[in-house]
T-cell receptor
């Protein structure tokens, strides 16, 4: 049973436009959500996170939105840059899980110059 | 510079052989984790350790073993019982209670000869 779902395996956008990556979850106990960025043959790096008590968190070009009623979150990248091309993983956890993260399968973002 | 070091970068396993993947961190982190990534899949938790001399099974622990004799080190052994070991293995560490501070190593690609 996949508790964190990223239904789009890939996304292609033009440089300067907005990239929107989506993530759905099924476990209502999740109370903290994170996005990671990963290049091939490297470890993921933390990008941005959001607590379930918020509905938006912003850091520079990156904004994460959380809709708890829909169990849905999204990552917005504006403006998109070619260096943003990577796989983006959505992850979730809850306090009683010993801080174990549950990851989605990832979305490959390609930003075309 | 502080960080997580995984070695080797590439590893080949023969049939029936046990192999050990190294993970060392000098971040003074308490918690360490091992994840496995398969193509088109998210990261799946193998084992984790919150403190020295203690570790717990993750979601896919069968065929793997770990030890945590030192705070800095968390080696993973892929035993002959793991029938499908070919994957990209990622080690991570974090300060207890700070999931957004999860740092990943650069990974080890294990292949079967």
């Amino acid at each position: 049973d996949q508790q964190v779902k990223q239904n789009s395996p890939s996304l292609s956008v033009q440089e300067g436009r907005i990239s929107i990556l989506n993530c759905d979850y099924t476990n209502s106990m999740f109370d903290y959500f994170l996005w990671y960025k990963k290049y091939p043959a490297e470890g993921p790096t933390f990008l941005i996170s959001i607590s379930s008590i918020k509905d938006k968190n912003e850091d520079g070009r990156f904004t994460v939105f959380l809709n708890k009623s829909a169990k849905h979150l999204s990552l917005h990248i504006v403006p998109s840059q070619p260096g943003d091309s990577a796989v983006y993983f959505c992850a979730a956890l809850y306090g009683g899980s010993n801080y174990k993260l549950t990851f989605g399968k990832g979305t490959l973002l390609t930003v075309n110059p | 510079d502080g960080g997580i070091t995984q070695s080797p970068k590439y590893l080949f396993r023969k049939e029936g052989q046990n192999v050990t993947l190294s993970c060392e961190q000098n971040l003074n982190h308490d918690a360490m984790y091992w994840y496995r990534q398969d193509p088109g899949q998210g990261l799946r938790l193998i084992y984790y350790s919150q403190i020295v001399n203690d570790f717990q099974k993750g979601d896919i622990a069968e065929g793997y073993s770990v030890s945590r004799e030192k705070k800095e080190s968390f080696p993973l052994t892929v035993t002959s019982a793991q029938k499908n070991p070919t994957a990209f293995y990622l080690c991570a560490s974090t300060v207890a209670g700070r999931p957004e501070k999860l740092f990943f190593g650069s990974g080890t690609q294990l292949s079967v000869l």
